[in-house]
């Protein structure tokens, strides 16, 4: 696309169609499977995609921007909460939520942050200060250990949601042992 040139109805319309199928195929496959299937299912050719997502990273970037997006603002949002453990762990259950949502996109974003010019790890930069600012406020508040740093607590989550992908029915569990961990033993989980 030349820059400030409107994007053609065909081509959003095949970008749109593109990310549906790339959604539904990461959700049945993991973010691992063929690029040629998602187009192929989207009812296009290989270089259509390629041209909307030059790689796999930024299909994935595409498809995670509005939740990672969302965790931003969820983080800010959570601020003025009367507790600061309370909304710590409120964003982590998002996060995880959010990292378990294909099988594979754990160890996919944990690759793609070696690459600090990427979309993908500016969006993940971007995440992990939100849940910084939240650390922080628990941790002046003495709710939360106060050597723990983000770049520890981050992968500590997102291993919750790698194990999600073998054991969805230990997650709450996983999270009470995480929690308990970081020094704020939580409400148990319902």
């Known amino acids: 696309m030349?820059?400030?040139?409107?994007?053609?109805a065909d081509a959003r319309r095949n970008r749109d169609r593109l990310l549906a199928?790339?959604?539904?195929v990461f959700?049945?496959?993991g973010t691992g499977a063929s690029l040629e299937d998602i187009?192929?299912?989207?009812?296009?050719?290989?270089g259509t995609l390629y041209r909307h997502f030059p790689t796999r990273e930024a299909l994935l970037e595409a498809l995670?921007?509005?939740?990672f997006s969302t965790l931003c603002s969820r983080s800010d949002e959570l601020l003025d909460a009367r507790s600061p453990r309370?909304?710590?762990?409120?964003?982590?259950r998002e996060f995880v939520a959010s990292s378990s949502r294909y099988r594979?996109?754990?160890?996919?974003?944990?690759a793609t942050l070696a690459n600090e010019e990427s979309r993908l790890s500016a969006s993940c930069r971007a995440m992990g200060e939100a849940g910084q600012r939240l650390l922080v406020r628990a941790q002046q508040a003495a709710e939360v250990r106060s050597d723990l740093r983000i770049d520890e607590l981050l992968p500590l989550a997102a291993s919750i949601s790698w194990a999600a992908e073998h054991r969805q029915?230990?997650?709450?569990?996983?999270?009470v042992l995480l929690f308990e961990g970081i020094g704020c033993a939580p409400d148990p989980i319902a």
């Open 2 to 8: 030349i820059e400030g040139r409107p994007v053609r």
């Open 21 to 24: 199928e790339a959604e539904a």
């Open 27 to 29: 959700r049945d496959r």
């Open 39 to 46: 187009a192929r299912g989207a009812g296009v050719g290989i």
């Open 64 to 67: 995670m921007q509005d939740r």
């Open 86 to 92: 309370a909304a710590l762990l409120s964003w982590l």
């Open 104 to 110: 594979g996109l754990p160890a996919s974003v944990m």
């Open 169 to 175: 029915e230990d997650i709450d569990r996983f999270l």
